[in-house]
């Protein structure tokens, strides 16, 4: 196992998935997966927290000279991406997509899954994180199957050429869920 890979951050949660097994040729075609059927609305959430995230250094220097206007642009924000949730929630398709007990890193994934997937294997992936509605397409390369249980596989993905804003998102989604589970074990003590 890539020693690298073993350096992230890594949770177990939750994702809708859907992949599709694809060639080398077809990955290098284009920067992000083009296999499935998306509507606009689906990268919305991602866009925008792209672009949070891009102002937010903007947004802190307004807010030493400024708090009042920072107060400000932060709650246009807020509204901003309410209404954001609100239309990706109503276009997002849950039934198409299957959700997976998943153990998730910056670097992969692993997952169940009813069958094999050759080692070496190339994939398109389509995930979205239901707490925020935030989808992601990524590719992937399978770096080990093995029986999990009579029922399934243990499926191990490791992301190939991740755009920077998609491994942003990950971590992200990381850190939430770390600090949600920190918030919940405080509390049950």
Known sequence: MNQERRQYFRINGKVALDYKIITIQEMKHSRLPSQFEVSPFFMLLTELQDLSQDSSYQLRK?????????????????????????????????????????????????????????????????????????????????????????????????????????????ARHILSCQARDLQKQDNDN
């Open 62 to 170: 307004i807010s030493q000279k400024e708090p009042a206007i920072a107060s400000y642009l932060e709650n246009l924000g807020a509204r901003i991406n309410a209404v954001a949730q609100a239309v990706a929630k109503s276009d997002v398709e849950f039934d198409n997509l299957s959700t997976h007990e998943i153990n998730l890193s910056e670097g992969g994934l692993s997952f169940s899954n009813d069958v094999a997937i050759e080692l070496g294997s190339y994939l398109a992936l389509k995930i979205v994180f239901e707490e925020n509605l935030t989808g992601l397409l990524l590719y992937g390369r399978v770096l080990y199957c093995g029986l999990a249980d009579e029922k399934g596989y243990k499926i191990g993905v490791e992301f190939t050429d991740m755009p920077e804003s998609s491994r942003m998102i990950v």
